[in-house]
């Protein structure tokens, strides 16, 4: 019999929405009604699907979902415009910026912009700068989710070694500093790794937690991991496949089928991380109107 070794994103995820439909009704109770409004520039498909993927999953909590539709040639300080006409608005309870922007902008410069009150994605430095000292703070969606794996499926971070390879702003740098907090899901001994790390195989064979999150399709091998490994896999990589349908398919960093065997557990690609991921933008949205609301 093979052993199930899955850690699925799918009911980490049902849980998160189920609870913040719980808490919707109640605010609704006392007339107040969570609003998201998204950016997006232009028409780049997988931010449209995205952006219909949040209406959509708003929609079934009772979240409102507006979209802020603009053209390609919009100048930066036109966006920043409108911008602070949403951070202004006391209706607007979060505010989520759909990637990509135009090449153009200077997104540090946006992101500064934002109300740190409503930036539902987490990357104001005021946010980023509360994670790192431990506050409470608006988390960036993608650490966000891990943390809510760990916690649905009680996988213990207290004195593990853990292995994040990428030192991405919005997912390896936030991940490793939360995983060194002092609470429940802390209390690690974190390494972060990059394209300069020397001797990568012996460093992530010897982590109690390995996650990943560099971009490259398959880059994880059995080598690479050892039997007490617990993988966490965050890359989401297309990979040409003349078998499927499509012509391509979704992979992880993590060689998923050549490391099964050996390790304890890992998440899948897709249908892991990113699938808790999508659900933590409104999860951000309703904590912030509880926040503004003073609860
Ligand atoms: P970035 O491209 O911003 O960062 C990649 C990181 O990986 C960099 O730190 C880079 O090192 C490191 N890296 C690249 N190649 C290697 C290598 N061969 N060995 C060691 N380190 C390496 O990526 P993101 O953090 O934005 O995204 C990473 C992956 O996660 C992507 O596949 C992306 O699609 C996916 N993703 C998934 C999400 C989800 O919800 N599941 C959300 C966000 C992203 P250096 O700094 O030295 O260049």
């Known amino acids: 019999m093979t052993i199930k070794k899955d850690l699925i994103g799918k009911p980490v995820a049902n849980s998160i929405l189920k609870n913040l439909k719980e808490k919707i009704y109640l605010l609704k109770q006392k007339d107040i009604f969570p609003n998201l409004a998204i950016f997006i520039i232009g028409q780049d498909p997988s931010a449209q699907y995205y952006l219909n993927n949040q209406i959509k999953k708003g929609a079934e ?11 390609v040639n919009i100048s930066e300080s036109e966006f920043i415009t409108q911008l602070e006409m949403k951070n202004n608005d006391p209706k607007i309870n979060g505010i989520m910026l759909q990637m990509p922007f135009p090449e153009q902008f200077d997104q540090s410069n946006i992101i500064n912009h934002l109300n ?6 987490g990357f104001h430095p005021i946010n980023i700068g509360n994670l790192v000292l431990g506050r409470d703070a608006l988390l960036p969606n993608t650490p966000a989710a891990i943390l809510e ?22 997912v390896g740098k936030p991940i490793a500093n939360l995983l060194i907090q002092k609470n429940n899901t802390g209390n690690a001994t974190v390494t972060i790794c990059h394209s300069h790390t020397k001797n990568l195989p012996e460093i992530t064979k010897h982590s109690d937690i390995l996650i990943t999150a560099i971009g490259k399709p398959l880059f994880i091998k059995k ?9 966490i896999d965050v890359g989401i990589n ?58």
């Open 61 to 71: 909590i009772g979240l409102n979902v507006e979209a802020i539709r603009l053209p």
């Open 116 to 121: 740190p009150e409503k930036d539902v994605d």
């Open 149 to 170: 794996l760990i916690k649905y499926y009680k996988i213990e971070t207290n004195s593990k070694n853990i292995v994040v390879l990428g030192r991405s702003n919005i």
């Open 223 to 231: 080598d690479m991991v050892s039997e007490k490994s617990i993988i």
């Open 238 to 295: 297309k990979l040409i496949d003349k078998k499927s349908k499509r012509g391509y398919r979704y992979v992880g960093d993590v060689d998923y089928e050549d490391v099964y065997e050996k390790i304890q557990l890992i998440t899948p690609v897709p249908g892991g991380v990113g699938t808790i991921t999508t659900a933590m933008s409104l999860a951000n949205t309703v904590k912030a109107t509880l926040k503004q609301f003073g609860y």
